[in-house]
């Protein structure tokens, strides 16, 4: 662990991306804290489910601590790109009302897709697959301050989907404090089929304005709707 504290730390050209995340101290202790997680959060329950984890932890520690690595600079410097992007269109737009919305849209979208604790709420997993999704966000940009009137017919294409997701994250939040009566194990399905549908929107917004990069599995509005049913009729 100590080599990986010193393994796990902020190049010098990242020090003002880091800034939008906490800071170079907040970034590299949320690095340790991921990897700790990802290798180290095991639902043990025997003798020999130990023994064959701890015969996979050292080799587990250093691929994932670099594939980690690699992966928090990716997203830096797709972050930084697209916030250069958002901002030249900000810029440029002068009295263009259609521009500066669009704007404020994508860096909506920014920071929800990488909020300031990123690194605490998403796995390894998922951390690989933002890149692909800035830049998705990059190309609609690209391709929206050319023609504003198709990306607005796009993104009503995503909304209902968005409200949708939007309105399970309030439903949430609304019984945050609340005696629920219901099992945890039911908490914890919802809240994985959640996951699984935000995921599936990334997805379909790269379907619709940044086909090209294609999606990581197949996505459509039909499946959307299919998911949101599994999640108003399953448990919780």
């Known amino acids: 662990m100590d080599f990986l504290r010193r393994y796990l730390v902020m190049l010098e050209k990242y020090g003002k991306t880091a800034l939008y995340f906490g800071g170079k101290d907040a970034v590299e202790k949320g690095l340790m804290e991921n990897i700790k997680r990802e290798i180290f959060r095991k639902n043990l329950r025997s003798r020999e489910e130990f023994e064959a984890c701890a015969e996979t932890v050292m080799r587990s520690l250093f691929e994932k601590s670099h594939a980690l690595r690699e992966a928090v600079f990716k997203i830096f410097d797709d972050y930084q790109e697209t916030r250069r992007a958002m901002q030249q269109i900000e810029q440029a737009s002068g009295s263009s009302r259609a521009a500066a919305a669009l704007g404020r849209e994508i860096r909506d979208e920014l920071e929800a897709l990488v909020p300031k604790d990123f690194l605490d709420v998403y796995s390894l997993d998922r951390l690989i697959h933002i890149p692909r999704y800035l830049e998705a966000l990059r190309i609609r940009l690209a391709r929206g301050k050319v023609d504003y009137e198709k990306d607005r017919k796009k993104a009503e294409q995503a909304r209902p989907f968005l409200d949708a997701l939007r309105r399970m994250d309030s439903s949430d939040i609304a019984q945050t404090g609340r005696s629920r009566q219901k099992a945890p194990e039911d908490s ?13 929107v990334e997805e379909f917004k ?16 039909k499946r959307l709707s299919q998911k949101i049913l599994e999640i108003q009729k399953g448990k919780g």
């Open 206 to 221: 790269v379907s619709l304005f940044a086909p090209e990069l294609k999606t990581a599995f197949p996505v459509s509005p």
């Open 188 to 200: 914890a399905e919802r809240k994985k089929l959640i996951d699984e549908y935000r995921w599936m």
